[in-house]
């Protein structure tokens, strides 16, 4: 749910476009670092630039990299250091081919990585997490579908008792990937914002948790943490 670039127009789109890769032109040879995510894990390896030729540009990049732009369809580029650039850059996907690790792309724009201030490592869930909320009496169906020790997306239905800024106190289930042992956690949170002009809706929670279930929770979120890395390395194998 959490918006990793903004798009950057300095001149026109075209115009960037063609500055973009007039400036790659010069760099052949040189290293690049991509960002993607993959189930908002982030996946960012160096990259080698290959060629620059008919508003494309090839690059040479780690298997993982190749498998998430391959996903995505896009490619987030750091700002090089020493560099023509002042923005970090953005790129549609033209060609992926994961086991020669390599990728083309193209419609180059300006872009500002935004992903950086994130303060938590947030995951997404396959299987979404059950969550007792009551607000009011009323109990409130909902899941998480993602979460971070900061907050989490949950996915709920109705949204007429849920307002920004409101205080509420939901019990996350949280399910031990190994034993299948489920822990109740109980917490402090706040109502962020509301996504969605129709049901499914998603609210966006930010915890306010005591040591104890911050501790579980972390636990929780490095456990799939290394699942979503297993499944990385697996995918297309």
Do not use: W
Not at 33 to 44: A, G, H, Q, T
């Amino acid at each position: 749910m959490f918006k990793y670039f903004d798009k950057i127009v300095r001149a026109t789109p075209s115009e960037d476009t063609l500055m973009i890769l007039q400036n790659m032109k010069g760099m052949i040879g040189k290293k690049f670092s991509f960002l993607n995510y993959y189930k908002e894990i982030p996946v960012s390896y160096d990259a080698t630039l290959l060629a620059v030729e008919n508003e494309m540009a090839e690059f040479e990049v780690h298997e993982y990299q190749a498998k998430v732009v391959n996903i995505e369809k896009r490619a987030l580029i750091y700002c090089p250091e020493k560099s023509p650039f002042a923005d970090d850059i953005f790129g549609d996907a033209f060609y992926v081919n994961i086991a020669r690790k390599k990728i083309i792309l193209c419609k180059f724009s300006y872009a500002k990585i935004r992903s950086d201030m994130r303060r938590y490592v947030r995951v997404v869930l396959d299987k979404p997490l059950d969550i007792d909320l009551i607000i009011d009496g009323k109990p409130i169906d909902a899941s998480i579908i993602d979460i971070s020790l900061g907050g989490a997306a949950m996915r709920v239905m109705d949204i007429d008792l849920l307002t920004p800024g409101l205080a509420v106190s939901p019990c996350l289930k949280l399910v031990d990937h190994g034993t299948g042992r489920i822990t109740e956690v109980d917490l402090n949170a706040t109502v962020v914002r509301i996504v969605g002009d129709a049901a499914p809706f998603i609210c966006l929670l930010e915890f306010h948790p005591e040591k104890n279930s911050q501790q579980q929770i972390a636990y929780f979120i490095n456990q799939r943490q290394v699942e979503i890395i297993k499944e990385l390395k697996e995918l297309g194998n």
